[in-house]
């Protein structure tokens, strides 16, 4: 199952959810004080994927730990 990473609105806690593909924001809650009010985040893997010949190459994605 994929990562997604989501910000509370409520009290600016950035988390990462392990959800299924698909899976609605409306599911998640700020696991620091527990708002439904949450945004998702564009995860970088996703936005590095399809992108070649980039000219900066960093740790793309760095899965585990945590
Ligand atoms: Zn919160």
Known sequence: MPI?????TACNE???LLQKMGA???EALCPNCGSPKVEKLISACAVNSGSVGSPASG?????GGG
């Open 4 to 8: 997604y990473e989501y910000r509370c």
């Open 14 to 16: 950035d988390f990462s």
């Open 59 to 63: 740790p793309a994605c760095s899965m």
């Open 24 to 26: 609605s924001a409306a």
